[in-house]
């Protein structure tokens, strides 16, 4: 039900809660946070944008929405190798939808406190379209960090997870016409991949003094493989047939087999994608798969076991504002 906004009114409700990071000095409730990290660790922050309609499908739950602001910029701060701290959440809001607020305030709380990051500070707005914006900000020991940039010709390229889960869970969410036929199962599954997005937080930890390069896959598998090109100045090996599915995307690919394009060019899926030098021993905790391996040549180029060049189509990572809407416009734009 619709009622008035009262910022204050709103905040001491729904956001304010304790913090528990010794770091975090002052969290919500005054003119700014206070972080005190101690000697020897440096900062990460990065920050993420959503737009209802743009970024999610307007019908999105509540929960899945709060669970996703977090967990696509935590996903940030586990490719850096980073442990959370604390985050900042920037809201703006069309209408005062009490029961929105609580129960996305409540999941928002579940993961904040899951991944241990606390609510720091934030803005309400009054908006014509659900905007969110959140800021995130972890630690690293002093010097450490995996950036993009690190790796080396003859490095393995390794991924966390199941690849491409969420491209076929955005398909089945907009209601794509002739789809395969799933199970019920498989189907739940994949749209609860795209819903809820979980961030690689321990194994970029436990990552961080061993690969030479890491980012994220928001933007699809092929796309993102090629920013770590760019900033590594290489190319890349890829053995299509090592890239982990899941056994929903399996079940999907069985019926229709030339969907492994969607696979690793669409987005959303918040595996890391990881550079390891051929000394590292792959521990098995971290969850890896080797995909292929990293060599000189043309910069940025990703070439198959059959030396053909992978088109690295741009991932699609804006949605439609409603599957009645145009889905022309902005596909693989
Ligand atoms: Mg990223």
Known sequence: M?????????????????????????????DAALLDPPPGTRLAVSTDMLIAGRHFPLDTAPEA????????????????????????????????????????????????????????????????????????????????????????????????????????GLALALGEESLPVLSPSAAAYLRERLDYPEPRLATGRALLPHASAALDCSDGLLQDIGHLLASSDLAAEIDIDAIPVSPAAAEWLEARPADWTRLVTGGDDYELIVALPPEVEIDPVWGLTVIGRLVDGPTGEIRDRQARTLPQRRGYTHFPASPSVDKGEDVNG
């Open 65 to 168: 929405i709060a669970h996703r602001a977090l967990a696509v910029n935590l996903s940030d701060l586990a490719a850096m190798g980073a442990s959370p701290l604390g985050f900042t959440l920037s809201l703006g809001l069309p209408q005062t939808d009490a029961d929105w607020l609580a129960r996305f305030a409540s999941q928002l709380r579940t993961g904040a406190e899951r991944w241990g990051c606390d609510l720091i500070g934030g803005d309400t707005v009054g908006s014509p379209v659900l905007t969110l914006s959140v800021t995130v900000i972890g630690s690293l020991p002093a010097g450490k960090a995996l950036t993009r940039g690190g790796a080396r010709a003859g490095d393995r390229l390794a991924v966390t997870g199941h690849i491409g889960d969420a491209a076929l």
């Open 2 to 30: 619709a009622c008035p906004v009262d910022e204050f009114d709103l905040i001491a409700r729904h956001f304010d809660w304790p913090a528990r990071h010794p770091e975090v000095s002052l969290a919500v409730g005054d």
